[in-house]
């Protein structure tokens, strides 16, 4: 198993008891993700869709590159990978 | 005789002289007049199509404007005289195909050759941006290119603040600012443009008094509306850039739409607690297509999913960083200076002091910049926001 750092931004430390980084194991951006959310279940609604899938106000980065240009969900992760968590910011309002 | 008049006769042998009809006449199969006199003098007019450069910065600055040392150069001053020296100058440069125009400019202009009043800096404006004017990357041709350019501000918070601060002492011609707001006292922690005895007034307002007292070189236009489907077209018409400095997700996406319809630049900022993002989303970009708002994130996040305003806050300086960093790309990108931010997302995170550069990739299937999408009309943008997690 690979050990992933997480970036958990700013908006969603709420459910992470706010943590800004959290080590997860696994060998793609799925499996870390689901290890994630298995840790911190609210994270989960935030994250995926009901599909399954990244909701489409959030990015997940692995090191410099979004995963909606490689493969998705499935992108293998190395040990020491950063992965981050990229949301929509508005501002103050909403 | 005196030194001077020796001087001269040595130069008549040695540089050819040329009348004003013959300068124009070598001007029009591809000769380079040069005209070496002071901005105060080129300020009455100057010869269509002359290099300007001043007798003093001559041959510091000649090769910058001409590589070639054969071509031919046509050295104009007021009477004839100063353009002796200055020719023989270029002589001694290396420079093998030179005139000195006699009669110079006075001769030009009474054998009624083509005139034309270049735009140039005022002293007041030498001064004011000599420091500008000083790097090659922004000259006074840079700085004069700033003074024409019109950029809109939206919102004019914490982001716009500094940003407008800045382009306006930068001698951007031209500011938009849109805000319906009124002055709050909690807005004074981040929105530097106002003041403590400016509160319940209208932002607009307060930024224009900043701003002129600032640099009233500068033209504030003021637009205090809230941008709509209906009116954005016509606010942002006119402008070469635009600089996102809102705090709510409607605004941003209609902003993004409009600057994709109307090809124009996006300068996007956007700040939460101690974090910031930073890009600029340009799909008319001349050098590549670059991606859209829309391409990194399709859809805003529904009311419930975003946080909300209370629970948000932000570090007052926060803005005032990527503000900041807003400015300086629009400046980069109205002097074409530097490579924009163009492709790639910047996150600064305060509390870490880490700036982290992502790349963000066009999305070939964008809804509204992708190759299949057919730009019609602008949606709902308040439904689009309360409703797209259905």
Redesign the interface.
């Known amino acids: 198993m690979n050990v992933v750092m997480v970036r958990i931004p700013t908006p969603l430390r709420r459910f992470t008891a706010g943590a800004d980084e959290v080590s997860v194991e696994g060998r793609s951006v799925g499996e870390v993700l689901q290890e994630l959310v298995a840790r911190h279940q609210d994270l989960s609604h935030h994250l995926f869709d009901t599909d399954g899938g990244i909701r489409k106000f959030i990015n997940i980065y692995v090191n410099d590159r979004n995963v909606s240009s490689l493969d998705g969900l499935d992108t293998a992760v190395d040990n020491g990978t950063v992965l981050t968590i990229v949301p929509a910011v508005a501002g103050g309002r909403r | 005789m005196s030194g001077h008049l020796r001087r001269l006769q040595e130069l008549r042998a040695l540089v050819p002289e040329v009348s004003a009809k013959q300068a124009f006449a070598a001007q029009q199969e591809g000769g380079l007049l040069v005209d070496v006199r002071e901005p105060e003098e080129v300020a009455g007019g100057s010869p269509v199509g002359a290099a300007r450069v001043v007798r003093g910065y001559l041959e510091l600055e000649i090769e910058k404007l001409e590589s070639d040392f054969d071509r031919r150069l046509l050295v104009m001053c007021a009477g004839g005289t100063r353009s002796l020296y200055a020719a023989r100058g270029l002589q001694e440069l290396g420079y093998s195909d030179v005139h000195s125009v006699s009669g110079g400019f006075g001769a030009w202009r009474q054998t009624g050759l083509p005139i034309e009043v270049p735009q140039v800096l005022t002293a007041h404006q030498r001064e004011r941006y000599g420091r500008h004017v000083t790097m090659p990357e922004v000259g006074e041709e840079g700085q004069l290119k700033l003074l024409n350019s019109r950029v809109l501000v939206v919102g004019a ?3 716009g603040s500094p940003a407008a601060f800045y382009l306006a002492a930068a001698g951007v011609g031209t500011l938009g600012i849109v805000d319906d707001d009124l002055v709050d006292r909690s807005n004074l922690q981040r929105q530097i443009l106002h003041t403590d005895d400016r509160v319940g007034t209208p932002k607009v307002d307060s930024a224009r008094l900043t701003l002129a007292a600032l640099n009233p070189d500068v033209r504030v236009v003021s637009h205090p509306v809230r941008l709509t489907k209906d009116n954005v077209e016509e606010i942002f018409s006119g402008y070469d850039l635009v600089l996102d400095g ?4 409607p605004t ?1 996406y209609l902003i993004n739409d409009a600057c994709v319809k109307l090809r124009l630049p996006n300068v996007h900022g ?6 910031g ?1 930073l890009s600029v989303f340009w799909p008319a970009w001349p050098e590549h297509p670059g991606p859209c708002y829309r391409c ?6 529904p ?1 419930e ?5 209370a629970e ?1 806050g ?1 570090l007052g300086i926060l803005p005032g960083v990527i503000g900041t960093l807003q400015a300086v790309e629009a400046i980069k990108i109205l002097l074409g200076a530097g490579r924009p931010l163009v492709d790639r ?1 910047i ?1 600064y995170d305060a ?1 870490k002091q880490r700036f ?6 066009r ?1 070939p299937d964008c809804a509204w910049c992708g190759e299949g999408a057919q730009i019609t009309e602008y949606p709902d943008y308040e439904q689009l ?1 309360a409703t ?1 997690l259905a």
């Open positions: 918070g914490g982001l809102t705090d709510n997700f941003r956007a700040i939460y607690r101690f974090e993002q990194l994130f399709p859809e805003p996040p009311a999913l975003a946080p909300s305003c948000a932000v997302l996150l509390l982290t550069e992502l790349k963000v990739e999305n926001c797209a």
